[in-house]
Nanobody
Framework: QVQLVESGGGLVQPGGSLRLSCVAS????????QGWYRQAPGKEREWVAT???????TYPDSVKGRFTVSRDNAKNTVYLQMNSLKPEDTAVYYC????????WGRGTLVTVSS
């Protein structure tokens, strides 16, 4: 049974930073790509970052230069470092494992507000 558990969300002021973590179990983590997505209230879920099994990363323009995705295969964990946060970054953040059928975590809430 594949399980992804996100953590690290919370309330942060504009300009601040947060690091999200996603721990995977039940999957062959090291050979799969992982991604981060987010969904703001009333909006569609949108892609935030992807990291391949070899560590290649891609981002949309909206977060490029501010967000960094990384992985630790020994810990079956993918991270999302978020800097220079803006109010429009407020959303529930989800991680996804692209192995097999594709698996999602339940999300962690990030609120950027003064």
């Amino acid at each position: 049974q594949v399980q992804l558990v996100e953590s690290g969300g919370g309330l942060v002021q504009p300009g601040g930073s947060l690091r999200l973590s996603c721990v995977a179990s039940g999957t062959i983590f090291s050979i799969s790509a992982q991604g981060w997505y987010r969904q703001a209230p009333g909006k569609e879920r949108e892609w935030v970052a992807t990291i391949t099994s070899r560590g290649t990363t891609t981002y949309p323009d909206s977060v490029k230069g501010r967000f960094t995705v990384s992985r630790d295969n020994a810990k079956n964990t993918v991270y999302l470092q978020m800097n220079s946060l803006k109010p429009e970054d407020t959303a529930v953040y989800y991680c996804k494992d692209f192995g097999g059928m594709g698996y999602w975590g339940r999300g962690t809430l990030v609120t950027v507000s003064s």
